[in-house]
């Protein structure tokens, strides 16, 4: 059978799909993806896989497709990393008979991506995304589909623009590129309402749409619902029991799901936190529920939700991403996260791992103008122990204690002591009496040798 190409293979292969759920590392596992597909997704993708871990592992390929292959999970595209256009062939070529599409991220912005040259940074032989005019952008596009891409997921932002610099993406740039390619389009960005996948597929005239956020919050999103919050917690917990996945997806999903609920019932975050089972999760979900429920039976009437939220804290919402101040934009363009943080240790610009120490501890604060003032390493510049003997880092002291044979007790570092108990176990030891040698041709002596040869 010929390979089906461009709209084609969009209409046929792929069912003509426009609600589609997008790739998400540890996220977009079997269980999400058919809840998903219960609830209006047409499309899914695997969470991005490394291709090379892919091709060597054997393990790797069975926990992240083969044992997942189920005929509700269709149509289904597998998305992978790399950096070798070998490399990618071959781990193509080992997930096709599982899939009906393999996905070359080039979308990816995280640090992980760059430290492996792979997702947003394969661009940057480009130029940089910040710098790219819609023409450059085009003329990418056109790029990959001249290599032989046959459907295109255009995110509409820089790999700058993550965690509070997010910002909106530009479906500006996702328009031009979709008139620019014969081949169908995927528009991702700005999606948190069914309103939005139709407003976005009529503003840039893209054949599907993509939302990976905005499913995580409400997995109805493509239904046009917004549920009660329990109501899918409960039907997505019936299917992890199906369909098993690390606790650590679960808790995940949880978490999102449940994300204003546990802004209002605090206590719970920490029960959410700590539980090891997947019926301890479903225990405290249940717990979540019937503190909704109390609320609920509370609520007067003409009360409106609070905390700025369309809808009261027990239904599924978008998840409205808190950026930087207006007007605190530095002079050079885009900020740093680490500079955001900076601002008067505010919560609303914090990373989300110091936000999680936050609530732990609401008395921590991230101001660096109140961090302790340390010593420094007369080497390196790290922070030096205050008891060092050498007024030197751990890393530097023990380089250097090893070098000259030196005990730091500050550090624990006993390499002078060691080697003395050492010296004097062995000075303490009997000699062994030498046996008395035989000479050669002398009984228990060697033979004698006279010759050698090789046969």
Same mark, same amino acid.
């Given at each position: ?37 219960? @609830? ?12 090379? *871990?892919? !091709? ?30 070998? *490399? ?66 255009? @995110? ?14 530009s479906w500006e740039h996702i328009k031009a590129v979709r &008139?620019?390619?014969? !081949? ?21 005239? *893209? ?6 956020e905005g499913n995580l919050h409400n997995p109805a999103l ?20 199906? @369909? ?70 027990? !239904? ?35 990373? &989300?791992?110091?936000?999680?120490? &936050? ?51 500050? @550090? ?8 003395? &108990? ?34």
């Amino acid at each position: 059978m010929p390979k089906l190409q461009g709209f084609e293979f969009w209409s046929c292969t792929l069912g003509g799909a426009r609600h589609v759920v997008a790739p998400m590392v540890d996220q977009s596992e079997l269980a999400w993806r058919l809840l998903s597909r219960r @609830h209006g997704a047409q499309l899914c993708y695997t969470p991005m896989l490394h291709a090379q *871990v892919f !091709i060597r592992d054997a393990n790797y390929r069975k926990e992240n497709l083969y044992c997942d292959v189920c005929p509700e999970d269709r149509p289904l595209i597998v998305q992978f990393c790399a950096n070798d256009p070998e *490399v990618f062939v071959q781990a193509a070529l080992l997930a096709q008979d599982y899939c009906d599409a393999i996905d070359l991220n080039l979308g990816c912005p995280q640090m992980i991506a760059k430290r492996g040259h792979y997702g947003a940074f394969l661009q940057e032989e480009w130029d940089l995304l910040q710098r790219m005019k819609i023409d450059k952008t085009v003329r990418y596009a056109q790029m990959l589909e001249k290599a032989g891409c046959q459907l295109l997921t255009v @995110h509409g932002r820089t790999k700058e623009q993550k965690g509070p610099l997010s910002g909106t993406a530009s479906w500006e740039h996702i328009k031009a590129v979709r &008139k620019a390619v014969a !081949i169908p389009v995927f528009a991702n960005g700005n999606i948190q309402c069914l309103r939005d996948v139709e407003r976005c597929i009529q503003d840039t005239g *893209v054949q599907g749409v993509m939302s990976a956020e905005g499913n995580l919050h409400n997995p109805a999103l493509f239904e046009g619902r917004s549920p009660a919050v329990w109501e899918l917690a409960e039907e997505y917990l019936d299917i992890v029991r199906q @369909h098993p996945c690390p606790l650590s997806y679960v808790r995940a999903h949880l978490f999102k799901l449940w994300h204003h609920t546990l802004q209002v019932h605090q206590q719970l975050r920490e029960e959410l936190a700590k539980v090891k089972t997947l019926e301890g999760i479903a225990a405290v979900s249940q717990d979540l529920k019937l503190r909704c429920q109390e609320d609920i039976s509370r609520q007067k009437e003409g009360e409106k939700p609070s905390g700025g939220l369309p809808f009261f804290h027990w !239904i599924c919402q978008p998840y409205f991403r808190p950026g930087p101040r207006e007007g605190s934009k530095e002079s050079g363009g885009a900020r740093g996260k680490r500079a955001l943080e900076e601002e008067e240790g505010s919560t609303d610009v914090l990373s &989300k791992n110091k936000q999680k120490k &936050k609530l732990r501890n609401p008395h921590k604060t991230f101001d660096p103008s109140l961090k302790p003032k340390y010593a420094k390493c007369d080497q390196c510049g790290n922070p030096k122990g205050n008891r060092c003997v050498f007024n030197l880092c751990r890393g530097c002291c023990k380089k250097r204690a090893f070098k000259e044979t030196a005990d730091c007790p500050g @550090h624990g570092l006993l390499f002078k002591t060691k080697l003395e &108990k050492s010296l004097a176990w062995k000075g303490a030891q009997p000699r062994l009496q030498e046996p008395q040698q035989a000479r050669p041709g002398e009984p228990g002596g060697f033979p004698e040798v006279v010759g050698s040869a090789l046969a």
